[in-house]
Protein backbone atom coordinates (compact mmCIF):
# COMPACT_ATOMS: atom_id res chain seq x y z
CA UNK A 1 0.00 0.00 0.00
CA UNK A 2 2.57 2.31 0.94
CA UNK A 3 4.29 1.85 -2.43
CA UNK A 4 1.38 2.32 -4.47
CA UNK A 5 0.57 5.82 -2.81
CA UNK A 6 4.79 6.53 -3.48
CA UNK A 7 4.09 5.65 -7.13
CA UNK A 8 1.04 8.21 -7.52
CA UNK A 9 2.93 10.96 -5.51
CA UNK A 10 5.80 10.29 -8.04
CA UNK A 11 3.42 10.16 -11.35
CA UNK A 12 1.69 13.40 -9.74
CA UNK A 13 4.64 15.02 -9.77
CA UNK A 14 5.55 14.32 -13.31
CA UNK A 15 2.16 15.30 -14.36
CA UNK A 16 2.11 18.86 -13.47
CA UNK A 17 5.02 20.24 -15.37
CA UNK A 18 3.59 18.86 -18.36
CA UNK A 19 0.07 19.98 -17.81
CA UNK A 20 1.72 23.53 -16.78
CA UNK A 21 3.39 23.55 -20.33
CA UNK A 22 0.09 22.92 -21.84
CA UNK A 23 -1.68 25.46 -20.16
CA UNK A 24 0.89 28.07 -21.48
CA UNK A 25 0.66 27.13 -24.94
CA UNK A 26 -3.00 27.36 -24.75
CA UNK A 27 -2.64 30.95 -23.96
CA UNK A 28 0.30 31.97 -26.39
CA UNK A 29 -1.93 30.43 -29.04
CA UNK A 30 -5.14 32.49 -27.98
CA UNK A 31 -2.87 35.15 -27.51
CA UNK A 32 -1.85 34.81 -31.28
CA UNK A 33 -5.77 34.44 -32.55
CA UNK A 34 -6.61 37.58 -30.27
CA UNK A 35 -3.72 39.75 -31.78
CA UNK A 36 -4.90 38.42 -35.45
CA UNK A 37 -8.51 39.08 -35.33
CA UNK A 38 -7.60 42.70 -34.46
CA UNK A 39 -5.37 43.10 -37.10
CA UNK A 40 -8.45 41.62 -39.68
CA UNK A 41 -10.73 43.70 -37.81
CA UNK A 42 -8.21 46.80 -38.41
CA UNK A 43 -8.23 46.02 -42.42
CA UNK A 44 -11.90 45.79 -42.55
CA UNK A 45 -12.54 49.39 -41.39
CA UNK A 46 -9.89 50.53 -43.95
CA UNK A 47 -11.36 48.24 -46.36
CA UNK A 48 -14.86 49.54 -45.65
CA UNK A 49 -13.31 52.85 -45.49
CA UNK A 50 -12.08 53.02 -48.88
CA UNK A 51 -14.84 51.60 -50.13
CA UNK A 52 -17.18 54.49 -48.93
CA UNK A 53 -15.29 56.67 -51.65
CA UNK A 54 -15.57 55.93 -55.37
CA UNK A 55 -11.90 57.43 -56.16
CA UNK A 56 -8.98 55.14 -56.43
CA UNK A 57 -5.98 55.94 -54.40
CA UNK A 58 -2.84 53.80 -54.30
CA UNK A 59 -3.12 54.05 -50.29
CA UNK A 60 -6.17 52.19 -50.16
CA UNK A 61 -5.73 48.18 -49.40
CA UNK A 62 -5.26 46.33 -53.01
CA UNK A 63 -8.37 44.63 -52.37
CA UNK A 64 -10.25 47.77 -52.49
CA UNK A 65 -8.70 48.88 -55.25
CA UNK A 66 -9.11 45.57 -57.38
CA UNK A 67 -13.00 46.31 -56.68
CA UNK A 68 -12.93 49.50 -57.60
CA UNK A 69 -11.68 49.10 -60.65
CA UNK A 70 -13.82 46.13 -61.57
CA UNK A 71 -17.02 47.77 -60.67
CA UNK A 72 -15.48 51.02 -63.13
CA UNK A 73 -14.98 48.22 -65.98
CA UNK A 74 -18.53 46.48 -65.40
CA UNK A 75 -20.26 49.92 -65.03
CA UNK A 76 -18.68 50.82 -68.51
CA UNK A 77 -19.29 47.76 -70.49
CA UNK A 78 -23.34 48.25 -69.32
CA UNK A 79 -23.31 51.49 -70.41
CA UNK A 80 -23.55 50.74 -74.12
CA UNK A 81 -25.60 47.78 -73.56
CA UNK A 82 -28.02 49.96 -71.26
CA UNK A 83 -28.27 52.79 -73.60
CA UNK A 84 -29.45 50.09 -76.63
CA UNK A 85 -31.46 47.81 -74.35
CA UNK A 86 -33.65 51.50 -73.76
CA UNK A 87 -33.41 51.91 -77.50
CA UNK A 88 -35.08 48.70 -77.82
CA UNK A 89 -37.66 48.75 -75.12
CA UNK A 90 -41.34 48.53 -76.81
CA UNK A 91 -40.05 47.38 -80.25
CA UNK A 92 -41.38 43.96 -81.11
CA UNK A 93 -40.85 41.97 -84.49
CA UNK A 94 -42.66 39.04 -85.84
CA UNK A 95 -42.14 36.85 -88.76
CA UNK A 96 -43.58 33.76 -91.05
CA UNK A 97 -42.09 31.79 -93.75
CA UNK A 98 -45.55 30.11 -95.25
CA UNK A 99 -45.25 27.52 -98.12
CA UNK A 100 -47.76 25.44 -100.30
CA UNK A 101 -47.94 22.76 -102.67
CA UNK A 102 -51.27 21.83 -104.05
CA UNK A 103 -52.71 19.11 -106.60
CA UNK A 104 -55.90 19.45 -108.67
CA UNK A 105 -56.92 17.05 -112.11
CA UNK A 106 -57.26 18.16 -115.48
CA UNK A 107 -60.87 18.61 -114.95
CA UNK A 108 -60.98 20.65 -112.55
CA UNK A 109 -58.31 23.30 -113.58
CA UNK A 110 -58.71 26.27 -116.15
CA UNK A 111 -55.77 25.06 -118.21
CA UNK A 112 -57.55 21.83 -118.80
CA UNK A 113 -54.05 19.36 -117.03
CA UNK A 114 -52.80 18.33 -113.78
CA UNK A 115 -51.76 20.85 -111.96
CA UNK A 116 -48.73 20.68 -109.14
CA UNK A 117 -48.16 24.14 -107.86
CA UNK A 118 -45.87 25.38 -105.47
CA UNK A 119 -45.80 29.46 -103.97
CA UNK A 120 -44.12 30.26 -100.82
CA UNK A 121 -44.52 33.74 -98.92
CA UNK A 122 -43.06 35.75 -96.41
CA UNK A 123 -43.99 38.51 -93.31
CA UNK A 124 -42.16 40.47 -91.45
CA UNK A 125 -43.61 43.21 -88.76
CA UNK A 126 -42.16 45.75 -87.04
CA UNK A 127 -44.06 47.68 -83.98
CA UNK A 128 -42.54 50.59 -82.52
CA UNK A 129 -43.54 53.36 -80.05
CA UNK A 130 -44.87 56.03 -81.50
CA UNK A 131 -44.42 57.92 -78.79
CA UNK A 132 -46.66 59.90 -75.64
CA UNK A 133 -49.08 62.72 -75.87
CA UNK A 134 -50.64 63.05 -72.49
CA UNK A 135 -51.70 60.06 -71.38
CA UNK A 136 -52.52 58.84 -75.17
CA UNK A 137 -49.81 56.42 -76.33
CA UNK A 138 -48.57 56.02 -80.01
CA UNK A 139 -47.68 52.68 -81.52
CA UNK A 140 -46.09 52.83 -85.53
CA UNK A 141 -46.61 49.52 -87.15
CA UNK A 142 -45.26 48.39 -90.31
CA UNK A 143 -45.34 45.03 -92.45
CA UNK A 144 -43.28 43.85 -95.18
CA UNK A 145 -44.33 40.88 -97.36
CA UNK A 146 -42.73 38.94 -100.45
CA UNK A 147 -42.94 35.77 -102.08
CA UNK A 148 -43.65 33.66 -105.27
CA UNK A 149 -46.39 31.61 -106.86
CA UNK A 150 -49.81 32.36 -107.69
CA UNK A 151 -51.24 28.82 -106.79
CA UNK A 152 -53.17 26.51 -109.04
CA UNK A 153 -55.77 27.74 -111.53
CA UNK A 154 -59.02 26.58 -111.26
CA UNK A 155 -62.16 26.50 -113.15
CA UNK A 156 -64.91 29.78 -112.57
CA UNK A 157 -65.60 29.68 -109.14
CA UNK A 158 -67.36 31.94 -106.66
CA UNK A 159 -64.57 31.67 -104.30
CA UNK A 160 -61.55 34.14 -105.74
CA UNK A 161 -58.71 31.14 -104.86
CA UNK A 162 -58.05 27.80 -103.05
CA UNK A 163 -54.72 29.22 -101.90
CA UNK A 164 -54.84 32.48 -99.86
CA UNK A 165 -51.48 32.29 -98.60
CA UNK A 166 -50.29 32.52 -102.15
CA UNK A 167 -48.49 35.92 -103.16
CA UNK A 168 -46.85 37.62 -106.37
CA UNK A 169 -45.89 40.71 -106.98
CA UNK A 170 -47.11 42.19 -110.46
CA UNK A 171 -43.23 42.15 -111.55
CA UNK A 172 -43.42 38.32 -112.39
CA UNK A 173 -42.45 34.55 -110.77
CA UNK A 174 -38.77 35.29 -111.25
CA UNK A 175 -38.69 38.74 -109.09
CA UNK A 176 -39.85 37.87 -105.47
CA UNK A 177 -39.40 42.03 -104.26
CA UNK A 178 -40.92 43.03 -100.91
CA UNK A 179 -43.86 45.41 -100.79
CA UNK A 180 -44.63 47.51 -97.72
CA UNK A 181 -48.03 45.98 -97.49
CA UNK A 182 -49.14 47.79 -93.93
CA UNK A 183 -47.71 50.86 -92.18
CA UNK A 184 -50.28 52.85 -90.03
CA UNK A 185 -50.00 54.57 -86.75
CA UNK A 186 -52.42 54.21 -83.69
CA UNK A 187 -52.95 56.38 -81.01
CA UNK A 188 -54.38 54.75 -77.68
CA UNK A 189 -56.37 57.25 -75.72
CA UNK A 190 -57.38 56.48 -71.90
CA UNK A 191 -60.95 57.97 -71.14
CA UNK A 192 -62.01 58.16 -67.78
CA UNK A 193 -59.20 56.98 -65.84
CA UNK A 194 -59.32 58.76 -62.14
CA UNK A 195 -55.66 60.15 -62.57
CA UNK A 196 -54.37 56.39 -63.09
CA UNK A 197 -53.94 55.87 -66.44
CA UNK A 198 -53.78 52.03 -65.90
CA UNK A 199 -56.69 51.87 -64.01
CA UNK A 200 -58.66 53.15 -67.59
CA UNK A 201 -61.56 50.32 -68.70
CA UNK A 202 -62.49 52.34 -71.71
CA UNK A 203 -59.93 53.89 -74.42
CA UNK A 204 -60.32 55.37 -78.17
CA UNK A 205 -58.15 54.35 -80.98
CA UNK A 206 -57.30 56.48 -83.86
CA UNK A 207 -55.40 54.64 -86.90
CA UNK A 208 -54.63 56.10 -89.56
CA UNK A 209 -52.08 54.41 -92.89
CA UNK A 210 -51.86 51.87 -95.20
CA UNK A 211 -53.99 49.30 -93.80
CA UNK A 212 -55.54 45.35 -94.20
CA UNK A 213 -58.66 46.44 -93.52
CA UNK A 214 -59.46 42.93 -91.80
CA UNK A 215 -57.33 42.86 -89.71
CA UNK A 216 -59.42 45.39 -88.17
CA UNK A 217 -63.34 44.40 -89.78
CA UNK A 218 -64.81 41.09 -89.80
CA UNK A 219 -62.17 39.10 -87.39
CA UNK A 220 -62.81 35.60 -86.41
CA UNK A 221 -60.64 33.42 -84.12
CA UNK A 222 -61.40 30.45 -85.68
CA UNK A 223 -60.94 31.32 -89.43
CA UNK A 224 -59.24 34.48 -90.49
CA UNK A 225 -55.17 33.20 -90.50
CA UNK A 226 -54.71 31.55 -93.92
CA UNK A 227 -51.17 30.65 -92.77
CA UNK A 228 -52.24 28.32 -90.00
CA UNK A 229 -56.09 27.65 -90.48
CA UNK A 230 -58.47 27.69 -93.62
CA UNK A 231 -56.54 28.18 -96.78
CA UNK A 232 -60.09 28.57 -99.26
CA UNK A 233 -60.49 32.50 -99.42
CA UNK A 234 -64.22 31.89 -98.60
CA UNK A 235 -63.17 30.61 -95.16
CA UNK A 236 -60.69 33.80 -94.39
CA UNK A 237 -63.00 36.25 -94.85
CA UNK A 238 -66.72 37.41 -95.25
CA UNK A 239 -66.75 36.18 -99.19
CA UNK A 240 -68.70 39.17 -100.22
CA UNK A 241 -66.19 41.36 -99.15
CA UNK A 242 -63.40 39.48 -100.29
CA UNK A 243 -64.07 36.69 -103.07
CA UNK A 244 -66.99 38.70 -103.86
CA UNK A 245 -64.74 42.01 -104.16
CA UNK A 246 -66.61 44.29 -101.93
CA UNK A 247 -63.38 45.44 -100.35
CA UNK A 248 -61.68 46.56 -103.78
CA UNK A 249 -58.01 47.43 -101.65
CA UNK A 250 -55.36 47.17 -104.18
CA UNK A 251 -54.21 44.10 -105.54
CA UNK A 252 -52.66 42.51 -102.65
CA UNK A 253 -55.42 43.42 -100.34
CA UNK A 254 -54.52 46.74 -98.80
CA UNK A 255 -55.68 50.02 -99.07
CA UNK A 256 -55.11 54.26 -97.40
CA UNK A 257 -57.71 54.19 -94.87
CA UNK A 258 -58.85 55.74 -91.15
CA UNK A 259 -60.28 54.14 -88.45
CA UNK A 260 -61.83 55.45 -85.04
CA UNK A 261 -62.81 52.54 -82.08
CA UNK A 262 -64.31 53.11 -78.58
CA UNK A 263 -63.49 49.93 -76.34
CA UNK A 264 -64.80 49.00 -73.64
CA UNK A 265 -63.19 46.47 -70.81
CA UNK A 266 -65.34 47.99 -68.00
CA UNK A 267 -66.72 43.73 -67.18
CA UNK A 268 -64.15 41.22 -67.41
CA UNK A 269 -65.43 38.62 -70.08
CA UNK A 270 -68.13 41.48 -71.65
CA UNK A 271 -66.12 43.46 -73.29
CA UNK A 272 -67.38 45.59 -76.44
CA UNK A 273 -66.51 47.79 -78.81
CA UNK A 274 -67.49 50.23 -81.98
CA UNK A 275 -65.63 50.60 -85.14
CA UNK A 276 -66.27 52.80 -87.74
CA UNK A 277 -63.36 52.91 -90.51
CA UNK A 278 -62.88 54.53 -94.09
CA UNK A 279 -60.83 53.18 -97.04
CA UNK A 280 -59.34 53.74 -100.18
CA UNK A 281 -61.41 51.59 -103.01
CA UNK A 282 -60.59 51.22 -106.75
CA UNK A 283 -58.05 53.22 -107.81
CA UNK A 284 -58.21 55.26 -104.69
CA UNK A 285 -56.79 52.02 -102.67
CA UNK A 286 -53.60 51.91 -105.07
CA UNK A 287 -53.34 55.69 -104.69
CA UNK A 288 -53.52 55.75 -108.80
CA UNK A 289 -56.39 57.55 -108.54
CA UNK A 290 -59.45 59.68 -106.81
CA UNK A 291 -60.12 58.50 -102.58
CA UNK A 292 -64.02 59.51 -103.72
CA UNK A 293 -66.62 56.84 -102.85
CA UNK A 294 -64.57 55.15 -100.22
CA UNK A 295 -65.63 51.73 -98.35
CA UNK A 296 -67.25 52.80 -95.27
CA UNK A 297 -67.62 50.36 -92.69
CA UNK A 298 -69.01 50.29 -88.96
CA UNK A 299 -68.80 46.69 -86.74
CA UNK A 300 -70.29 46.78 -83.46
CA UNK A 301 -68.67 43.49 -80.99
CA UNK A 302 -68.57 42.03 -77.77
CA UNK A 303 -67.07 38.98 -75.86
CA UNK A 304 -69.33 36.55 -74.42
CA UNK A 305 -68.89 33.42 -71.95
CA UNK A 306 -70.36 30.23 -73.14
CA UNK A 307 -70.25 27.90 -69.47
CA UNK A 308 -67.08 30.46 -68.88
CA UNK A 309 -65.35 29.66 -72.08
CA UNK A 310 -64.38 32.55 -74.71
CA UNK A 311 -66.69 33.58 -77.64
CA UNK A 312 -66.56 36.88 -80.37
CA UNK A 313 -69.62 37.97 -82.00
CA UNK A 314 -68.80 41.09 -84.39
CA UNK A 315 -71.90 42.58 -86.90
CA UNK A 316 -71.00 45.07 -89.95
CA UNK A 317 -72.38 47.13 -92.58
CA UNK A 318 -70.22 48.22 -95.65
CA UNK A 319 -71.38 51.09 -97.95
CA UNK A 320 -68.71 50.34 -101.12
CA UNK A 321 -69.05 54.13 -103.07
CA UNK A 322 -66.86 51.86 -106.12
CA UNK A 323 -68.32 48.53 -106.24
CA UNK A 324 -67.85 46.41 -109.07
CA UNK A 325 -70.76 44.95 -110.74
CA UNK A 326 -70.29 41.43 -113.04
CA UNK A 327 -71.30 43.46 -115.90
CA UNK A 328 -67.92 45.43 -115.06
CA UNK A 329 -70.04 49.07 -114.17
CA UNK A 330 -68.85 50.58 -111.12
CA UNK A 331 -71.67 51.24 -109.09
CA UNK A 332 -72.58 51.60 -104.88
CA UNK A 333 -72.81 48.36 -103.25
CA UNK A 334 -73.83 47.59 -99.47
CA UNK A 335 -74.26 44.75 -97.31
CA UNK A 336 -74.00 43.22 -93.89
CA UNK A 337 -72.33 40.69 -92.12
CA UNK A 338 -71.67 38.66 -88.97
CA UNK A 339 -68.86 36.93 -87.41
CA UNK A 340 -68.71 35.14 -84.79
CA UNK A 341 -66.49 32.53 -82.84
CA UNK A 342 -66.98 30.49 -79.77
CA UNK A 343 -65.43 27.95 -77.25
CA UNK A 344 -67.81 25.20 -76.29
CA UNK A 345 -65.37 22.87 -74.42
CA UNK A 346 -61.81 23.16 -73.22
CA UNK A 347 -60.91 21.51 -76.64
CA UNK A 348 -63.56 22.01 -79.46
CA UNK A 349 -64.10 25.61 -80.82
CA UNK A 350 -67.02 26.97 -83.75
CA UNK A 351 -67.61 29.56 -86.03
CA UNK A 352 -69.34 31.18 -88.20
CA UNK A 353 -70.06 33.57 -90.75
CA UNK A 354 -72.74 35.14 -92.90
CA UNK A 355 -72.37 37.70 -95.60
CA UNK A 356 -76.10 39.96 -96.76
CA UNK A 357 -75.45 41.81 -100.19
CA UNK A 358 -77.89 44.89 -99.98
CA UNK A 359 -77.56 46.33 -102.92
CA UNK A 360 -75.41 45.77 -105.87
CA UNK A 361 -75.43 43.06 -109.21
CA UNK A 362 -72.71 40.94 -107.51
CA UNK A 363 -72.26 37.16 -109.34
CA UNK A 364 -73.77 35.61 -105.50
CA UNK A 365 -75.45 37.68 -102.35
CA UNK A 366 -75.74 35.66 -99.84
CA UNK A 367 -72.68 33.76 -98.21
CA UNK A 368 -72.65 31.63 -95.18
CA UNK A 369 -69.37 29.92 -93.29
CA UNK A 370 -69.42 27.95 -90.70
CA UNK A 371 -66.96 25.12 -89.30
CA UNK A 372 -64.83 23.65 -86.05
CA UNK A 373 -61.49 23.62 -84.33
CA UNK A 374 -60.67 20.75 -82.11
CA UNK A 375 -57.47 20.95 -80.27
CA UNK A 376 -55.03 17.35 -80.40
CA UNK A 377 -55.94 16.96 -76.07
CA UNK A 378 -57.93 13.78 -76.48
CA UNK A 379 -55.19 12.27 -78.71
CA UNK A 380 -52.32 13.71 -76.75
CA UNK A 381 -51.13 16.41 -79.09
CA UNK A 382 -52.30 19.02 -77.50
CA UNK A 383 -50.67 21.21 -79.77
CA UNK A 384 -52.01 19.88 -82.80
CA UNK A 385 -55.53 20.98 -84.46
CA UNK A 386 -58.10 19.60 -87.01
CA UNK A 387 -60.28 22.28 -88.58
CA UNK A 388 -63.43 21.74 -90.78
CA UNK A 389 -65.51 24.30 -92.09
CA UNK A 390 -68.51 24.21 -94.60
CA UNK A 391 -69.81 26.52 -97.13
CA UNK A 392 -72.40 28.07 -99.63
CA UNK A 393 -72.12 30.96 -101.70
CA UNK A 394 -76.09 31.39 -103.75
CA UNK A 395 -75.96 32.85 -106.77
CA UNK A 396 -77.51 36.39 -106.98
CA UNK A 397 -81.20 36.58 -108.67
CA UNK A 398 -79.70 39.31 -110.88
CA UNK A 399 -77.00 37.46 -112.01
CA UNK A 400 -79.24 34.19 -112.56
CA UNK A 401 -81.12 36.25 -114.75
CA UNK A 402 -78.74 38.16 -116.54
CA UNK A 403 -76.43 35.31 -117.56
CA UNK A 404 -76.09 33.74 -120.75
CA UNK A 405 -76.04 29.70 -121.33
CA UNK A 406 -72.37 29.86 -120.67
CA UNK A 407 -70.07 26.85 -120.53
CA UNK A 408 -67.74 24.87 -117.90
CA UNK A 409 -64.93 27.32 -118.28
CA UNK A 410 -67.44 30.72 -118.53
CA UNK A 411 -67.69 31.39 -122.07
CA UNK A 412 -71.13 32.44 -123.42
CA UNK A 413 -72.37 29.47 -125.37
CA UNK A 414 -76.10 29.77 -126.36
CA UNK A 415 -76.39 25.81 -126.57
CA UNK A 416 -74.66 25.14 -124.12
CA UNK A 417 -77.54 23.89 -122.08
CA UNK A 418 -77.50 25.49 -118.83
CA UNK A 419 -77.62 28.69 -116.86
CA UNK A 420 -75.88 29.75 -113.22
CA UNK A 421 -78.02 29.53 -110.54
CA UNK A 422 -77.35 26.99 -107.89
CA UNK A 423 -75.25 27.24 -104.90
CA UNK A 424 -71.52 26.57 -104.52
CA UNK A 425 -70.93 24.32 -101.62
CA UNK A 426 -67.61 23.86 -99.96
CA UNK A 427 -65.92 22.01 -97.35
CA UNK A 428 -62.13 22.21 -96.48
CA UNK A 429 -60.38 20.01 -94.41
CA UNK A 430 -57.04 20.32 -92.33
CA UNK A 431 -54.70 18.64 -89.58
CA UNK A 432 -52.22 21.36 -88.10
CA UNK A 433 -49.04 18.81 -86.71
CA UNK A 434 -46.69 20.98 -84.82
CA UNK A 435 -43.51 19.70 -85.28
CA UNK A 436 -41.64 22.11 -82.84
CA UNK A 437 -42.41 26.02 -81.53
CA UNK A 438 -41.56 27.02 -84.63
CA UNK A 439 -42.56 24.75 -87.41
CA UNK A 440 -45.67 22.99 -88.30
CA UNK A 441 -47.18 20.90 -91.05
CA UNK A 442 -50.53 21.25 -92.57
CA UNK A 443 -52.26 18.56 -94.20
CA UNK A 444 -55.71 20.25 -96.57
CA UNK A 445 -58.11 18.84 -98.79
CA UNK A 446 -60.93 21.29 -100.47
CA UNK A 447 -64.47 20.04 -102.42
CA UNK A 448 -66.07 22.16 -104.00
CA UNK A 449 -69.56 21.27 -105.38
CA UNK A 450 -71.36 23.42 -108.47
CA UNK A 451 -68.35 25.81 -108.96
CA UNK A 452 -69.63 29.17 -109.81
CA UNK A 453 -73.37 27.81 -109.40
CA UNK A 454 -73.23 25.29 -112.47
CA UNK A 455 -74.92 22.28 -111.78
CA UNK A 456 -73.48 21.00 -114.38
CA UNK A 457 -69.62 21.72 -113.56
CA UNK A 458 -67.46 18.84 -112.13
CA UNK A 459 -66.89 18.66 -108.61
CA UNK A 460 -63.43 20.57 -107.98
CA UNK A 461 -60.73 18.95 -105.45
CA UNK A 462 -57.86 19.98 -104.52
CA UNK A 463 -55.36 18.32 -102.14
CA UNK A 464 -52.53 20.46 -100.74
CA UNK A 465 -49.64 20.84 -97.80
CA UNK A 466 -48.89 23.69 -96.37
CA UNK A 467 -46.15 24.19 -94.04
CA UNK A 468 -44.79 27.20 -91.86
CA UNK A 469 -41.89 28.59 -90.07
CA UNK A 470 -42.54 31.29 -87.31
CA UNK A 471 -41.21 33.59 -84.61
Same mark, same amino acid.
Given at each position: MRVKLIAALLAAGFAMPAAANDMASVLAEMKRLAARIEALERQNKDLEKALASERISEKEPELATRLKATEAQTLAMQGPFKKLAEAL $???EVGGSLTGVVQKVGAGHTASASDETRASYRGDLTVTLPGGEMGDAEGKIFSHFRFGQGTGTG? %??? !????ANTAAFQTNAG????????? +???? +?? *? @???RDDGIKANA %? $?? #? !?LTAGKIDPFVFFDQNGIADDESSRFLNNAFVHNPLLDSGGDIRADAYGFAPGVI @? *? !?ENSARKGGEWA #????MFGSGPGANFSGSLAGPLVIAQAETAARFNHLAGNYRIYLWNQGRGSNYEQIERRHSGIGFSADQKVTDDLALFGRYGHQLKGKVRFDRALTVGAELAGNPWSRAADSMGLAFGALRTSADFRNDSPTIDADGDAVPDFGYQAGGSEKLVELYYRYKLNSHVELTPDFQWIRQPGGNATAPTVKVLGLRAKIGF
Amino acid at each position: MRVKLIAALLAAGFAMPAAANDMASVLAEMKRLAARIEALERQNKDLEKALASERISEKEPELATRLKATEAQTLAMQGPFKKLAEAL $EGIEVGGSLTGVVQKVGAGHTASASDETRASYRGDLTVTLPGGEMGDAEGKIFSHFRFGQGTGTGL %RPT !YTSTANTAAFQTNAGADDSFAILA +QAWY +QL *K @VPLRDDGIKANA %R $EH #L !YLTAGKIDPFVFFDQNGIADDESSRFLNNAFVHNPLLDSGGDIRADAYGFAPGVI @V *K !YENSARKGGEWA #LSFGMFGSGPGANFSGSLAGPLVIAQAETAARFNHLAGNYRIYLWNQGRGSNYEQIERRHSGIGFSADQKVTDDLALFGRYGHQLKGKVRFDRALTVGAELAGNPWSRAADSMGLAFGALRTSADFRNDSPTIDADGDAVPDFGYQAGGSEKLVELYYRYKLNSHVELTPDFQWIRQPGGNATAPTVKVLGLRAKIGF
